[in-house]
């Protein structure tokens, strides 16, 4: 089997299989979009959240993971099934740990799998309640 790759408004589309006489593919074939997730600056202590789509543009059903090193994390459940044409939200937070800048990659698994990459900034209060906000630490469950 061939590896498929387009590239298709600014999407990077990854199959396991040949495509079909009029571009309908014949297995599975992930799309991760955006490619890329910013988060912006986000105080120590607040969580931020952002949404990727995962979608099956193939004809078969896809399953897998989707993984995320801290300090981002995955809302809901790590694995996915997807049928032919089926998309799904995925929710990722960012938890500032301490470093000024956080990237990481969310890797899916499944097919070819697919690829995002996720960034997030400590950001630096600049008003005096942001301040104090930041130096009484965060909230304790």
């Not at 571009?23 to 202590?45: E, Q």
């Not at 032919?84 to 000024?100: D, K, N, W």
Request: proline share 6%.
């Amino acid at each position: 089997m061939s590896k498929l790759r387009a590239i298709a408004g600014g999407l990077l589309l990854l199959g396991a299989g040949p495509a079909l006489a009029g571009g309908l593919f014949t297995n599975g074939v992930i799309c991760l979009a955006p490619p890329n997730l910013d988060f912006g600056s986000v105080l120590a202590g607040e969580t931020a959240t952002n949404t990727l789509v995962l979608e099956n543009l193939g004809r078969a059903k896809l399953e897998g993971q989707i993984l995320v090193p801290a300090p981002f994390k995955v809302l809901g459940s790590t694995n996915y099934t997807l049928r032919a044409r089926e998309a799904q939200v995925i929710t990722i937070t960012y938890t500032p740990t301490g470093a000024e800048a956080d990237t990481e990659t969310v890797k899916v698994t499944g097919a070819e799998g697919a690829e995002a990459i996720v960034t997030g900034k400590l950001a630096v209060p600049t008003t005096k309640k942001a301040k104090r906000k930041l130096r009484a630490g965060p909230i304790q469950d």
